[in-house]
C-alpha cells in the first residue's frame, strides 16, 4: 500500500482550486477527484486520479452515485491508532484519505433562479458530498477537510510547517457540520414549502453572516448581522452604503422598521423612525413633498433617526435632509447630485436599498427564554377589509384618507399604540403604553393644535369610551379601529354625541 498521502478533492466551486492543488502535489499528495474537478485539475497539467481507480467501480446513474464506496469513506473514517481499523484497510487494500476539498452542488443558487422547476431543484442536492463531508469531520483528529476555498491558504501553510495542529483541524471540521447544517436546513425548508406545512414538528431555520458588529443594543454586548438566503423582498442585508460609518446593531433595528414601514406606501413616502417606533410619516406628489410633511410631523423626535423614502433621493429633498443630524437616509437610489450633498457629511449612512415586498408572506422569529414563537408577518391591510361605519356621521373623503394613512401607520407602532393624522402626514403618535388613553394623550399632545379636525388610529379596540373622550376634546373628527370590544357602544353613542365619525376594521395589529 502506498505510503503517500491522498487529498479527494470534489467541488462545485472553482475558486482557488488549481493553486490548492499544486500546492498539495508540491507536498507530495496523490491527488484523486471526480467529473468537473478532475478536468479542471488535468487542465493544469497536473496529475490526479479518477475516484473510479480507487474504487475499481464505474461512476453511475449521471454521477449520482460515484463516491457512496467503502474505498472512499473506509479510508475517511478509519481511525489511524486503532489498530484493528488499520489492519482491515490493508486486507481490503484500501489507503488512507488525508485530505478532503469538497463543496457542495449548489442547490441556493438553483432555487434562487426564476422559473426553475423542482426537478431542477431535486438535481441539484448533493448526496455524495455532504457524506463525503461528514465522514472527513466525523474524523478531524487525522483528516483535514476544507469546505471553503477561502481556507485552501491557512490549510496549505500548515501543511508546508509540517501538519496541520489538532485545533485547526477541528475548527474546519466545525465549520464543516455548519455548512452541512445549513444546506440540509435550505432543502428542508424548500420541501416545506412545496407541501406547504407552516408549522412543521421541528423548525430549522439557517442564516448566513453579514458581518460581526462592533457591539449589541448596548456596550457590553456582543453581536452579529446573519441574513436569510433567497429572501425575495428589501432587505437590510442586500443594501448598498454609499457613504457613512459601519451601521451598529441599533442601526440595523431601527433602520429595518422605517424599510417595513415605508414598503406600505404605493404613492411618494417618508418615513421617520425613532428607537423602532415611527416619529413622522408623510405622503405627496413628490418625495421632496412627503419629506417635508414627515419632518413637520415631529421634527423634535426627528433629531438623529433614521428616514426611509420610496423614491430617489433627488437634490431638493437632499438638501432638506442636509439641514438636520440623520443617522440613515435609505432610498431605493440617489440623484448624483444628491450624493454630492449628502456625502459631504461623512458620518451620515446612505443607503440604496430595492423597495420590493417578498413574493410569499415570511415568518416572524421571535426568541424566548431558551424557545421560539413564530407567526406569520402581519401583512393585514385595508384592501383585506371591508370598513364598517359605526356611527352617525360618515367620514368625508380626506377623512377616509388620512384614516388610511393612520391604520398603515400604527401597524408598525408598538402597542398600546394611538396615531392622529391629517392631510397626508402624521402628527403625533403614542407607542407602548400601558393603557390606551395614556397613549391617545401622548399623541394629541404632540399633535398639539393641529390635532383640531385629525384622524385618530388605534391599533386594538377600545375597552371604554375614555379615549374618545380625549380625542372630542382635542377636536379630533374621525377615528379608525378595530372595534369588537364588548363596550363599542359606550364609544359609538361618545362618538356621535361629539359628532365623531368611526369606522371599525374588524383587524387587529398588536406589535410587542
Request: aromatic share 6%; hydrophobic share 40%.
Given at each position: 500500500?502506498?505510503t503517500?498521502?491522498?487529498?479527494?478533492?470534489?467541488?462545485?466551486?472553482?475558486?482557488g482550486l488549481?493553486?490548492f492543488?499544486k500546492?498539495?502535489?508540491e507536498?507530495?499528495?496523490?491527488?484523486v477527484?471526480?467529473?468537473g474537478t478532475?478536468?479542471?485539475i488535468?487542465?493544469?497539467?497536473l496529475p490526479?486520479?479518477?475516484?473510479?481507480?480507487?474504487?475499481?467501480?464505474?461512476?453511475?446513474?449521471d454521477?449520482?452515485?460515484?463516491t457512496?464506496h467503502?474505498?472512499?469513506?473506509g479510508?475517511?473514517?478509519?481511525?489511524?491508532?486503532n489498530?484493528?481499523h488499520?489492519s482491515?484497510?490493508?486486507?481490503?487494500?484500501i489507503?488512507t484519505i488525508d485530505?478532503?476539498?469538497?463543496?457542495?452542488y449548489?442547490?441556493k443558487?438553483?432555487?434562487?433562479k426564476?422559473?426553475?422547476t423542482?426537478a431542477?431543484?431535486?438535481?441539484n442536492?448533493?448526496?455524495g458530498?455532504?457524506?463525503?463531508l461528514r465522514?472527513?469531520a466525523?474524523?478531524f483528529?487525522?483528516?483535514?477537510?476544507?469546505?471553503?476555498p477561502a481556507?485552501?491558504?491557512?490549510?496549505i501553510t500548515?501543511l508546508?510547517?509540517g501538519e496541520l495542529?489538532f485545533?485547526a483541524r477541528?475548527?474546519?471540521?466545525?465549520?464543516?457540520?455548519r455548512?452541512?447544517?445549513n444546506?440540509d436546513?435550505?432543502i428542508?425548508e424548500y420541501?416545506?414549502?412545496?407541501v406547504q406545512e407552516?408549522?412543521?414538528?421541528?423548525?430549522?431555520?439557517?442564516?448566513?453572516?453579514?458581518?460581526?458588529?462592533r457591539?449589541?443594543?448596548?456596550p457590553?454586548?456582543?453581536a452579529?448581522?446573519y441574513?436569510?438566503?433567497n429572501?425575495?423582498?428589501a432587505?437590510?442585508?442586500?443594501?448598498?452604503q454609499l457613504?457613512?460609518k459601519?451601521l451598529?446593531?441599533?442601526?440595523?433595528?431601527?433602520?429595518?422598521?422605517?424599510?417595513?414601514?415605508?414598503l406600505e406606501?404605493?404613492?411618494p413616502?417618508?418615513?421617520?423612525?425613532?428607537?423602532?417606533?415611527?416619529c413622522?410619516v408623510?405622503?405627496g406628489r413628490?418625495?421632496f413633498?412627503?419629506?417635508?410633511k414627515?419632518y413637520a410631523g415631529?421634527?423634535?423626535s426627528?433629531?438623529?433617526?433614521?428616514v426611509?423614502?420610496?423614491?430617489e433621493?433627488?437634490e431638493e429633498t437632499?438638501?432638506?435632509l442636509?439641514e438636520?443630524f440623520?443617522?440613515?437616509?435609505i432610498?431605493p437610489?440617489?440623484?448624483?447630485a444628491a450624493?454630492?450633498?449628502?456625502?459631504?457629511?461623512?458620518?451620515l449612512?446612505l443607503l440604496e436599498?430595492e423597495m420590493?415586498k417578498?413574493?410569499?408572506?415570511?415568518h416572524?422569529?421571535?426568541?424566548v427564554?431558551g424557545g421560539l414563537?413564530i407567526?406569520d408577518?402581519?401583512?393585514?391591510s385595508?384592501?383585506?377589509v371591508?370598513?364598517?361605519?359605526a356611527?352617525e356621521?360618515?367620514?368625508?373623503e380626506?377623512?377616509?384618507k388620512?384614516?388610511a394613512?393612520g391604520?398603515q401607520?400604527?401597524?408598525h407602532?408598538k402597542?398600546?399604540a394611538?396615531?392622529?393624522?391629517?392631510s397626508?402626514?402624521?402628527?403625533?403618535v403614542?407607542?407602548?403604553?400601558?393603557?390606551r388613553?395614556?397613549?391617545a394623550?401622548?399623541?394629541?399632545e404632540?399633535a398639539?393644535?393641529?390635532?383640531?379636525?385629525?384622524i385618530?388610529a388605534?391599533?386594538?379596540?377600545f375597552?371604554?369610551?375614555?379615549?374618545?373622550e380625549?380625542a372630542?376634546?382635542?377636536g379630533v373628527?374621525a377615528?379608525?379601529?378595530?372595534?369588537?370590544s364588548k363596550?363599542?357602544q359606550d364609544?359609538i353613542?361618545?362618538?356621535n354625541?361629539?359628532?365623531?365619525?368611526m369606522?371599525?376594521?374588524?383587524m387587529?395589529h398588536f406589535k410587542h
Amino acid at each position: 500500500m502506498s505510503t503517500r498521502k491522498r487529498a479527494l478533492l470534489s467541488v462545485s466551486n472553482k475558486q482557488g482550486l488549481t493553486v490548492f492543488a499544486k500546492k498539495l502535489i508540491e507536498l507530495d499528495y496523490e491527488l484523486v477527484s471526480t467529473g468537473g474537478t478532475k478536468r479542471a485539475i488535468e487542465a493544469e497539467g497536473l496529475p490526479v486520479k479518477s475516484i473510479s481507480d480507487i474504487t475499481n467501480f464505474p461512476e453511475i446513474m449521471d454521477g449520482r452515485v460515484k463516491t457512496l464506496h467503502p474505498s472512499v469513506h473506509g479510508g475517511l473514517l478509519a481511525k489511524r491508532g486503532n489498530d484493528e481499523h488499520m489492519s482491515q484497510l490493508d486486507e481490503l487494500d484500501i489507503q488512507t484519505i488525508d485530505l478532503v476539498a469538497v463543496n457542495l452542488y449548489p442547490f441556493k443558487e438553483t432555487i434562487a433562479k426564476e422559473g426553475v422547476t423542482e426537478a431542477d431543484a431535486i438535481e441539484n442536492i448533493d448526496i455524495g458530498g455532504p457524506t463525503m463531508l461528514r465522514s472527513a469531520a466525523k474524523s478531524f483528529e487525522d483528516v483535514a477537510v476544507v469546505v471553503d476555498p477561502a481556507d485552501y491558504e491557512q490549510v496549505i501553510t500548515g501543511l508546508q510547517e509540517g501538519e496541520l495542529s489538532f485545533e485547526a483541524r477541528k475548527k474546519l471540521a466545525a465549520k464543516v457540520f455548519r455548512h452541512t447544517a445549513n444546506y440540509d436546513a435550505m432543502i428542508a425548508e424548500y420541501f416545506t414549502e412545496a407541501v406547504q406545512e407552516a408549522y412543521p414538528e421541528t423548525y430549522t431555520v439557517t442564516y448566513e453572516k453579514v458581518q460581526d458588529l462592533r457591539y449589541g443594543e448596548n456596550p457590553h454586548q456582543t453581536a452579529a448581522f446573519y441574513q436569510k438566503a433567497n429572501y425575495g423582498g428589501a432587505s437590510l442585508a442586500d443594501a448598498k452604503q454609499l457613504n457613512g460609518k459601519e451601521l451598529s446593531y441599533n442601526n440595523i433595528q431601527d433602520a429595518n422598521a422605517a424599510l417595513d414601514i415605508v414598503l406600505e406606501f404605493e404613492e411618494p413616502a417618508a418615513v421617520a423612525v425613532k428607537h423602532m417606533n415611527p416619529c413622522g410619516v408623510g405622503t405627496g406628489r413628490a418625495i421632496f413633498e412627503a419629506y417635508g410633511k414627515a419632518y413637520a410631523g415631529d421634527p423634535i423626535s426627528i433629531f438623529g433617526g433614521i428616514v426611509a423614502l420610496n423614491r430617489e433621493v433627488d437634490e431638493e429633498t437632499a438638501a432638506k435632509l442636509k439641514e438636520i443630524f440623520l443617522e440613515i437616509v435609505i432610498a431605493p437610489s440617489f440623484s448624483q447630485a444628491a450624493l454630492d450633498l449628502l456625502t459631504q457629511k461623512k458620518n451620515l449612512r446612505l443607503l440604496e436599498i430595492e423597495m420590493k415586498k417578498p413574493e410569499t408572506q415570511s415568518h416572524k422569529l421571535t426568541s424566548v427564554s431558551g424557545g421560539l414563537l413564530i407567526q406569520d408577518t402581519d401583512e393585514g391591510s385595508l384592501e383585506d377589509v371591508e370598513l364598517e361605519v359605526a356611527t352617525e356621521r360618515l367620514p368625508t373623503e380626506q377623512e377616509l384618507k388620512d384614516l388610511a394613512l393612520g391604520w398603515q401607520v400604527v401597524k408598525h407602532v408598538k402597542s398600546n399604540a394611538i396615531v392622529i393624522a391629517k392631510s397626508d402626514q402624521t402628527l403625533g403618535v403614542g407607542a407602548g403604553q400601558m393603557n390606551r388613553v395614556g397613549a391617545a394623550k401622548i399623541a394629541l399632545e404632540q399633535a398639539g393644535d393641529q390635532s383640531e379636525g385629525a384622524i385618530m388610529a388605534s391599533d386594538a379596540f377600545f375597552p371604554m369610551p375614555d379615549t374618545v373622550e380625549t380625542a372630542a376634546q382635542a377636536g379630533v373628527k374621525a377615528i379608525i379601529q378595530p372595534g369588537g370590544s364588548k363596550r363599542d357602544q359606550d364609544s359609538i353613542d361618545a362618538c356621535n354625541q361629539h359628532g365623531i365619525a368611526m369606522v371599525f376594521t374588524r383587524m387587529r395589529h398588536f406589535k410587542h
